[in-house]
């Protein structure tokens, strides 16, 4: 519905470019999937009819890779936020991909855990 999809030029604009020096590429729409479920249903609906899938964050990257060079479907996935499992024997923990650094961060405050900028995922 409505507050999950937009096709304005804003919207669009604000999803077509990160902090890259590569100009804004805008999708034809974004949508803002709430669960894997949807996010199936999308990416399946995009691969039958060919449409482009770009993936959104936070659109602070700087390798350009939001720009929707051929148009498509941006997924929005900043609503896909929570936080399922932390596992604090092993270290580990089990997220949404719209949680961010500093909102994990916050929810690890009091355990001894943190996660640094430029972590990677082993």
């Known amino acids: 519905g409505a507050p999950n999809i937009s096709t304005a030029t804003a919207v669009r604009e604000q999803h077509g470019h990160d902090e890259s020096m590569h100009p804004c590429a805008p999708p034809d729409v974004v949508v803002w ?6 996010v199936q249903e999308l ?9 482009p899938m770009v993936p959104f964050g936070t659109g602070t990257g700087l390798e350009g890779g939001v720009n929707a060079v051929q148009g498509g479907v941006c997924f929005d996935l900043s609503r896909m936020d929570a936080i399922a499992e932390l596992s604090l024997e092993d270290f580990s923990v089990t997220v949404e991909p719209g949680v961010t650094r500093k909102a994990l961060n916050k929810h690890l405050r009091g355990t001894g855990l943190w996660f640094p900028v430029g972590t990677v995922g082993i």
Request: glycine letters at 6%.
């Open 43 to 51: 990416a399946a609906l995009c691969h039958r009819c060919r449409v």
């Open 33 to 38: 999937p709430q669960a894997v479920g949807q």
